[in-house]
Structure formats: structure tokens, C-alpha cells
């Protein structure tokens, strides 16, 4: 999974086909929770490239996308935001894979 570095970055990233972005941060606990099963989860959906952004070093791109809750997946297309899982509870591999099967139903 590609670290975002700098909101240049994430445009450049996401301005063509489909990206899913996941936004967390290391002193999270539930993001902590998730990590060791995010690999799985982008070998199971290996048609859509992830990338991590960490919250804190890029806040101001958080707070203009209304990420409040981590962890978070957003989904973009061709630029422009075409779903998301944002909230402030712990996820489970289940309900991250929800989210990208619902994915799939949307880019059909």
C-alpha cells in the first residue's frame, strides 16, 4: 500500500481509475486493529489500488474530505469521491469487505 505524502500526492493518485484511500494513524488503537489484515484485504481486491494516508500528517486534506473518524476508507473516482466507510467505530475485515463488494456494484 502506497504512504501518502503530501495532498499533491493524493490528487495525483486519485485522478484516474478507481483508488480506495485509507486514513488512519499509528496511535490509533482501532486502526492498530485492522492493519495486520490489511494486506489480505488488497489481495482479495487486487483490482483497486490502495493507498494510506496518515491523519496527522495530512490533517488539512482530512478536514477538507470531512474525515473525523479513523479508521476510514474512501473510495474515488476518476477524482472524485464515489463512496465511503467513515466512522468512529472499530471494523472488522467483514465490514471493510462489505464496503468494497458495494464498490463493486457501484463501478459496474
Excluded at 10 to 30: H, L, M
Aim: hydrophobic fraction near 40%; proline fraction near 6%; aromatic fraction near 12%.
Amino acid at each position: 500500500m502506497e504512504h501518502i505524502k503530501s495532498i499533491e500526492q493524493f490528487r495525483e493518485q486519485i485522478k484516474s481509475g478507481v483508488t480506495v484511500a485509507v486514513f488512519s494513524a499509528d496511535w490509533c488503537p482501532d486502526c492498530v486493529v485492522i492493519k495486520p489484515i490489511l494486506p489480505e484485504i488488497e489481495k482479495e481486491y487486487p483490482h483497486y489500488p490502495f493507498v494510506y494516508v496518515d491523519r496527522d500528517e495530512l490533517i488539512e486534506l482530512c478536514q477538507e474530505l470531512d474525515i473525523f473518524g479513523i479508521p476510514s476508507f474512501v473510495a474515488f473516482k476518476d477524482g472524485q469521491e464515489i463512496s465511503r466507510y467513515v466512522n468512529k467505530e472499530r471494523k472488522t475485515k467483514e465490514q471493510i469487505t462489505a464496503f468494497l463488494n458495494e464498490l463493486n456494484i457501484l463501478n459496474k
